[in-house]
């Protein structure tokens, strides 16, 4: 089954404490994005990657860093996590092509305390 | 400027009636794809449809079409005989195409619209 697999689903942690969030896809495609949605904000892209070791920042990078060191996985690294990067996070991947959808993740809720 | 703009943040609909969901966007680019998704109250982000900037029909996908005015740059989601299943937040977003580079293919998102269905 083609999908976009992220771990973990929730996951609550205090500030300061590194955590990754995973992400791997199984449908072979070149890109790649983490998006956060907040209340009333809609999504806003985080980092991307056309390629392996291709990265670039969204809209919202500060904070995060990520790697793409193989085609199927694009984690998400907070290395200093703080309670403003409390949010619902989406990692979405799609073909390199202008009609290519994403397809998404089912999120990762992350709680910083 | 906002490159995705979705005026209504909530909306009403009858059960069995139509409704029209707003957006407009705003580039500079010639060649780009607009897309909506749909996000139920359980989270997940689903695919709803797809227009081309250089499509000439609207586009349709079962109950759901497009209602593309370039000029206006103005994509509209029409969902047609609405159902309780379509309540949800939808979203509009843009993908710009540059071929400068590595080449584009960021997708911006409006900040979403919550569909309320109406038994």
């Known amino acids: 089954e083609a999908q976009v697999t992220q771990n973990p689903r929730y996951l609550i942690t205090v500030t300061g404490k590194k955590l990754t969030v995973t992400c791997s896809q199984n449908?072979?495609?070149?890109?790649m994005s983490w998006y956060r949605q907040d209340p009333g904000l809609g999504l806003r892209q985080i980092y991307y990657?056309?390629?392996?070791?291709?990265?670039d920042k969204g809209d919202v990078p500060e904070g995060y860093k990520v790697s793409r060191k193989e085609k199927r996985n694009f984690p998400l690294i907070l290395e200093s996590p703080s309670p403003n990067q409390t949010s619902l996070y989406f990692c979405?991947?799609?073909?390199?092509?202008?009609?290519?959808?994403?397809?998404f993740g089912e999120g990762s809720r992350l709680t910083v305390l | 400027a906002q490159k995705i703009t979705q005026t209504q943040p909530g909306m009403f609909v009858q059960e069995k009636e139509a409704v029209t969901l707003d957006c407009t966007y705003d580039t500079s680019d010639q060649s780009y794809g607009l897309f909506w998704y749909k996000q139920p109250s359980s989270g997940e982000m689903i695919f709803l449809i797809y227009q081309g900037s250089y499509d000439e029909q609207n586009a349709t996908e079962g109950r759901y079409s497009l209602n593309f005015q370039k000029a206006r740059k103005s994509a509209n989601l029409v969902i047609s005989a609405s159902q309780l299943g379509d309540s949800a937040m939808y979203f509009c977003a843009m993908r710009e195409v540059s071929y400068s580079g590595a080449g584009s293919y960021q997708l911006t998102f409006g900040k979403g619209t919550k569909l309320s269905v109406i038994p």
């Open positions: 990657s056309m390629n392996v070791e291709v990265t």
């Open positions: 979405a991947s799609s073909l390199r092509l202008p009609r290519g959808e994403l397809f």
């Open positions: 449908m072979n495609h070149e890109y």
